[in-house]
């Protein structure tokens, strides 16, 4: 059994797909056959792990997936983590639309994943990166990624 489970839905035209669980081996064979009706938006916010035969699989799904535009909403750290790193993780019709930032303090060990939306902190040409954000305790959490690094997948 999958790892990865998922969910798929017709949303003003476009096909919406949610995934939750982990992307590794155990990838969702079905989902490499998908033919989704338009544009595709895909839903990120419980994956909660990505290892390295995940990623091969991921590139191949990516490679067979025929909408013309790929939307993916509430992408975890990790998942911003591949697209940074590994060529081909996305394709060049994709673009993320929404994006978890990891803040962190460092006394009370609290954290706190703030969700980046385009138009809002980010779009063409802006960037405006919180550098530090209040936790449920009140405490301030700072910036917990390396700004250059991370955000780089906004450059392409």
Same mark, same amino acid.
């Given at each position: 059994?999958? +790892?990865?489970?998922? !969910?798929? *839905?017709?949303?003003?035209?476009?096909? $919406?797909?949610?995934?939750?669980?982990? %992307? /590794?081996?155990?990838?969702?064979?079905?989902?490499?056959?998908?033919?989704?009706?338009?544009?595709?938006?895909?839903?990120?916010?419980?994956?909660?792990?990505?290892?390295?035969?995940?990623?091969?699989?991921?590139? +191949?799904?990516?490679? !067979?997936? *025929?909408?013309?535009?790929?939307?993916? $909403?509430?992408?975890?750290?990790?998942? %911003? /983590?591949?697209?940074?790193?590994?060529?081909?993780?996305?394709?060049?019709?994709?673009?993320?639309?929404?994006?978890?930032?990891?803040?962190?303090?460092?006394?009370?060990?609290?954290?706190?994943?703030?969700?980046?939306?385009?138009?809002?902190?980010?779009?063409?040409?802006?960037?405006?990166?919180?550098?530090?954000?209040?936790?449920?305790?009140?405490?301030?959490?700072?910036?917990?990624?390396?700004?250059?690094?991370?955000?780089?997948?906004?450059?392409?």
């Amino acid at each position: 059994m999958s +790892k990865l489970q998922f !969910t798929q *839905s017709n949303e003003n035209g476009k096909t $919406v797909l949610t995934l939750n669980g982990q %992307i /590794d081996e155990s990838f969702p064979q079905e989902l490499h056959g998908l033919k989704p009706a338009g544009d595709m938006v895909i839903n990120l916010d419980q994956v909660k792990m990505i290892n390295s035969l995940g990623i091969r699989e991921w590139i +191949k799904f990516m490679g !067979t997936v *025929s909408a013309a535009k790929i939307e993916f $909403v509430k992408a975890p750290k990790i998942f %911003i /983590d591949q697209v940074n790193m590994v060529q081909g993780f996305i394709t060049p019709n994709c673009k993320i639309t929404s994006f978890y930032v990891p803040y962190f303090n460092e006394d009370s060990n609290a954290e706190k994943n703030v969700l980046y939306s385009q138009g809002k902190e980010f779009g063409e040409g802006f960037l405006n990166v919180a550098g530090s954000v209040k936790g449920e305790d009140g405490s301030e959490l700072e910036l917990d990624v390396v700004e250059q690094k991370y955000f780089k997948f906004l450059k392409n």
